[in-house]
C-alpha cells in the first residue's frame, strides 16, 4: 500500500487524536476534515481539520495558512505575521464550534494518508 504526503502549515491546535469521536459523530466532523487529494483546503466556519487517521498521533484544528501537496514544493511562508488576536480568534471559533478550550499556534507539517 502506497501512501501519499501532504504538507501543511497551520494557525491551529494539536490535539489528541482520541478528543473527538470521529466514527460516532462523522457528520459533524467530516465537514470540517481536508481532503489531502485536493489542491482546495476543506474548511467550514473558517475551520479546517486534518487527523491521523493511519497512526492515531494527532488531530490538528485551525486555519490553513497553506497546503502543498506531495510532489509540489512548500514556498517560504512568513509566519511570523499573527497577532495574539489573530489567535485568540481561531481559539473562540474552535471553543464555539467544538465547546473545548485550546492554545493555538502556528504549526508546519507533513500528513501522511
Not at 39 to 57: A, C, P, Q, R
Not at 69 to 82: I, K, Q
Request: glycine letters at 6%; one cysteine or more; hydrophobic letters at 40%.
Amino acid at each position: 500500500m502506497g501512501v501519499q504526503r501532504t504538507h501543511y502549515v497551520m494557525l491551529a491546535a494539536k490535539l489528541p487524536f482520541d478528543t473527538f469521536d470521529f466514527d460516532k459523530d462523522y457528520k459533524k466532523y467530516h465537514q470540517y476534515e481536508d481532503n489531502g487529494y485536493e489542491f482546495k483546503v476543506t474548511e467550514h466556519n473558517g475551520l479546517t481539520i486534518i487527523s491521523d487517521g493511519m497512526n492515531g498521533e494527532y488531530v490538528f484544528i485551525g486555519k490553513v495558512i497553506k497546503k502543498v501537496l506531495e510532489y509540489d514544493a512548500l514556498v517560504p511562508t512568513n509566519c511570523s505575521v499573527f497577532s495574539p488576536e489573530e489567535r485568540y480568534i481561531i481559539a473562540d471559533s474552535i471553543k464555539i464550534e467544538f465547546g473545548i478550550e485550546v492554545v493555538v499556534d502556528v504549526w508546519a507539517f507533513t500528513h501522511c494518508h
